[in-house]
């Protein structure tokens, strides 16, 4: 019986294979769907474009650390970006050591062409657990694991199931500078090259904590360095997100010689394609909305409205068709914390002015209403 069951068991780790002619025509899609988010960018105003750089950056510090469970303040991580770009901003500083560390690793990943090095994967490590202090979790920050036990489980005590069982400590440092080299030398399609990577730093897990915001940064570099895809437009992570239970399935599936007995990775490939795909989809959609809304403001910059009635607007286009049932006098009020009578007249004011229209069907006390576009 054959006692092997992880992919870095197998004689042939890492030589990983795959299907090529099923990866191809989705990686042309892939191309042709970023240049269009290209073109799409160039249709905004500067200040428009920085904001949107500034939007996606930070959801992509925050969804790699949500995807582990761990919430980051927005505002913090915002200021730290402000900081870090020298964008002026007049607002209160809320940067935090951990926004700070985590931004300067984003950073660094996205814009430092330097060639990977066993020093900086530390240098990351460190930095996401900068500010991070546990008894009962310790993590030695910045170096690699000493232990064999890492493995990947879930479920409550006594009904924990076993995902995966990393590679023992002592083949770390060759596995890495294997990794490395490839990362640094290969001239394979960088999608795949990023896929590889991935892949392959997950199966290592050379860290006590922290191995999959690392693997995802692996990910940012590849695509920015070896494929100049522009990731201040799109948030890999933020699509991984949307879909966490997919990624840890499909890495099971790939880690695991029962699924994977000849570490053909070709439908990690495909996946991890479909989420870069995915996460420039999503930013089409956000530009799209940005558009719309300038386009809006335009219509009625003319218009006087006061300070409540901009910010129900506001609200209204940041969330497009996503305001359940309309614009009502108790979400005019919840949103503005004003009193039934106010928001009766500012809404009536509104559609006076044309900037809003009833929804049909509804009359009297269950009136909605919707941006009149």
Known sequence: MNSKKWIWQHQNFPNFNHDYSKIEPMIFRLIEKS??????????????????????????????????????????????????????????????????????LYLDSRFNQDKLSVERLHRWHGAIFEAYESVLYPVNRGVFRDHDEMQIVSGSIGKEKIHYI????????????????????????FIVKSAVAHLWFESIHPYDDGNGRIGRAI???ILAKDGGLDNRYYSISSAINQDRKGYYDRLEQSQNLLYNPNLDITEWIIWHTQSIKKSIDISLYNIEKVVKKTRFYDKIKYIKLNEKQNKVINR???????????????????????????????LKDMLGKGIIREIEGYRGRNTRYELNK
């Not at 083949?171 to 030398?185: A, F, K, R, T, W």
């Open 35 to 104: 240049g269009e988010l290209k073109g799409k960018m160039s249709y905004l105003a500067q200040n428009e474009h920085d904001n949107f750089s500034i939007e996606t950056s930070l959801n992509e510090i925050v969804a790699t650390s949500l995807i582990e469970g761990v919430e980051l303040k927005r505002e913090s991580v915002r200021s730290s970006l402000h900081k870090k770009l020298n964008i002026a901003f007049n607002r209160e500083d809320k940067s935090t050591k951990t926004s700070d560390s985590l931004t300067e």
């Open 316 to 346: 209204l286009l940041d969330s497009g068709d996503n305001f359940d049932g309309g614009l009502t006098n108790k979400k005019y009020r919840g949103l503005t914390k004003t009193d039934a009578v106010t928001a009766s007249r500012h």
């Open 166 to 189: 990393a590679i023992p400590h002592k083949q770390i440092d060759s596995s890495i500078q294997g990794l490395i080299e490839y990362i640094n030398s290969s001239s394979e399609n």
């Open 219 to 221: 990910v940012n570099y």
